[in-house]
Structures are given as C-alpha cells and as structure tokens.
C-alpha cells in the first residue's frame, strides 16, 4: 500500500474487555513497530519485530499486552482485560530492514478509549 | 537511562518569524538524533537527523546541529509558514530498535 495502515482509527471498549489493533505496513518493509502515545506525551515504545519474530519486546508494560506478525507482514496488538490506563493512541511504523538509522514510516494511529 | 527534553509549547509565531524549539538529550552511548514532526490529521514524519557530532541535518528549510559538548539538537528555521503548524517531536535512537522521543512541541504559526 501507499502508507502504514492502522485499523480501526478510534476503538471504544470497557474495562476488562479484550481489544486486537491491526497494522498493515508499507509493503516490503521487513521491520515493524508498535508505540504508544499517551495525551500530551510523546510516543514510547513497546515492541519491534524483525520478520516474524519479536526482536525486541522490552516496552512492553505487562503480560497483558501481546503482539504477533505471524507471515511477516500484517501485526496485531493485542490486549487482554483491558484498564483505563490503556487509554492512548496506538501507533505502528515500519521500515525497509531495519537496520542502521532509517527512517520510520509511521501509521495515523489507533485512538483506544477505555471506559 | 536515555531521555530526550524538550521546550514546552505551544510556540506561537506570525508568519516569518525566527523559529528555535530546543531539544537537549542523555544518553550513555553516541546516538543518532532525530525530529519528527506531526501535522494535523497525519501520522508522524521524519523531518531531519543527524548521526555524529557536529553533523546538520536540513529539510524544507529547518535546520538542527549535533551538538555533543552541549547534548543538544536544537530545530531552527528562518522563516516560518502556516503550513509549518504542527506538534514536533525530538528523539533519539542507540540501536535499531527503537527511538525514544521527547514530549512534543506545538508550533502555532498565524498569518
């Protein structure tokens, strides 16, 4: 596709809910990232994968965050019971290889609103 | 561990102003320094970096320098634009995995 895709754009859920966010990055793009922004912060990292595996999942807050990209392209977020505090917009970037300083192409986000 | 710091906004300037928004950074290691930036509506881009010491990065007529004696990567453009309102981001990156960003600057740019 022309961009990194994130859907849906805004996910409205209730406390304890289990939610799935989904990225489609740019096509080729081998690395893939989730951050998380927080209203008035700037985005902070939770995983990175290389291919199919988790290269990296030291961002994430606790075992009730999880990610899979199982075919080495489209990657899900998931959460499970979820808590206010996961309100945030959730963003998804990816790169060509990932290595070295590359630019991140970067998804519009998916707003989460916990109630 | 690494952080970046950045001034607080918003910034609010008529159109041809002087533009500084600054940026400081601690990190242990040598790493390579960034400014995204974010328009209304639109996912984050990258708007310029640096990867050593004294290197400048420019792009659509912004400026920043590496700057190691002082940790800082300070944006700067000479004259701004509405089109240049925007929230930008400063961040840093030790490796290839992740970036770590300050909280972001509101630049309010009016005509």
């Known amino acids: 596709g022309a961009g990194v895709s994130q859907t849906p754009s805004n996910k409205v859920t209730e406390k304890g809910k289990y939610v799935e966010l989904r990225c489609d990055p740019i096509?080729?793009?081998?690395?893939l990232y989730w951050y998380r922004q927080s209203l008035g912060q700037g985005p902070e990292f939770l995983i990175y994968?290389?291919?199919?595996?988790?290269?990296?999942d030291s961002g994430l807050p606790n075992d009730r965050f999880f990610a899979v990209r199982p075919e080495g392209s489209v990657s899900t977020l998931k959460i499970q019971r979820t808590e206010r505090g996961d309100s945030a917009v959730y963003l998804c970037?990816?790169?060509?290889?990932?290595?070295?300083?590359?630019?991140?192409?970067f998804g519009s986000g998916t707003q989460l609103s916990v109630l | 561990g690494d952080s970046v710091t950045q001034m607080e906004g918003p910034v609010t300037l008529s159109e041809e102003a002087f533009l500084t928004i600054n940026c400081t950074y601690t990190?242990?290691?040598?790493?390579?320094l960034f400014w995204y930036v974010q328009y209304p509506g639109e996912g984050l881009q990258l708007l310029l970096k640096?990867?050593?010491?004294?290197d400048k990065g420019s792009n659509k007529g912004f400026e920043a320098t590496y700057r190691k004696e002082t940790t800082s990567f300070h944006l700067e453009k000479g004259s701004v634009q509405v089109s240049d309102s925007a929230v930008y981001f400063c961040?840093?990156?030790?490796?290839?995995?992740?970036?770590?960003f300050g909280t972001g600057t509101r630049l309010q740019v009016f005509p």
């Open positions: 994968f290389q291919g199919t595996g988790a290269a990296d």
């Open positions: 970037a990816s790169s060509l290889t990932g290595v070295g300083n590359e630019k991140l192409f």
């Open positions: 096509s080729g793009h081998t690395a």
């Open positions: 640096a990867t050593k010491a004294d």
């Open positions: 990190a242990t290691g040598y790493p390579s």
């Open positions: 961040a840093l990156s030790d490796g290839p995995d992740k970036l770590i």
